[in-house]
């Protein structure tokens, strides 16, 4: 029996709330049902935790191709070209979103899991590559800013294209769905309540 393969993505820099919960969900995941892969922009120290349960780690900076000199060992990278800030910033994304595209068409997900919704390449990326469902968590309120990354019209877009890219969220209280149903204008979409 073939099994399903479910696509955790998590960016987190450090291991904290999400993190664990996403470890739970690991630990308790059938095995012989699903295959999870864990996918990141780069390597963290607390993916360890992840790989130690077994799931295959995949990340944005282990796919990017470098072009190798014929006979060299020598890694050449192209120069970098100034450019404004929200150009660049979307050009990012754009780069983002296609590895992240690329790499759920050649694992073939069934389902793809965002564990911090929110303005994530994730949800689009799944969507733009066929997956059939695409569901994400709800950690905290849409005001929370650890970062102090959540503000002006970069992340506003990103975050409602990322919204509409879900089939199905999943929030960690009755407070925090109501807070982002609101914020997203998600009243349509089916959000569900962990206990």
């Not at 060299?72 to 050009?91: C, D, F, I």
């Not at 695409?134 to 959540?150: C, E, F, K, N, Q």
């Not at 609101?182 to 962990?194: L, Q, Y």
Request: cysteine-free; glycine content about 6%.
């Amino acid at each position: 029996m073939a099994k399903y393969i479910i696509g955790y993505y998590d960016d987190s820099e450090t291991s904290g709330g999400t993190t664990r919960y996403l470890l739970s969900l690991l630990r308790g995941l059938n095995r012989e049902e699903f295959q999870p892969v864990f996918f990141a922009p780069v390597r963290r120290a607390w993916h360890e935790d992840v790989r130690a349960l077994g799931a295959e780690i995949v990340t944005l900076s282990d796919s990017k191709p470098q072009r190798v000199t014929p006979g060299s060992t020598t890694v050449k990278y192209r120069r970098r070209v100034a450019m404004p800030s929200a150009l660049a910033w979307a050009v990012g994304l754009g780069r983002e979103v296609a590895t992240l595209r690329r790499l759920f068409i050649q694992r073939r997900l069934d389902l793809p899991h965002s564990n911090n919704a929110g303005a994530e390449p994730a949800p689009i990326a799944a969507r733009l590559a066929n997956v059939p469902r695409v569901i994400a968590i709800w950690h905290v309120d849409s005001t929370y800013d650890l970062l102090t990354r959540r503000s002006g019209w970069k992340y506003r877009l990103l975050e409602m294209t990322s919204m509409r890219a879900l089939h199905h969220s999943i929030s960690v209280s009755e407070a925090t769905a109501r807070d982002w149903i609101h914020r997203a204008d998600f009243a349509d979409g089916p959000v569900s309540v962990s206990r």
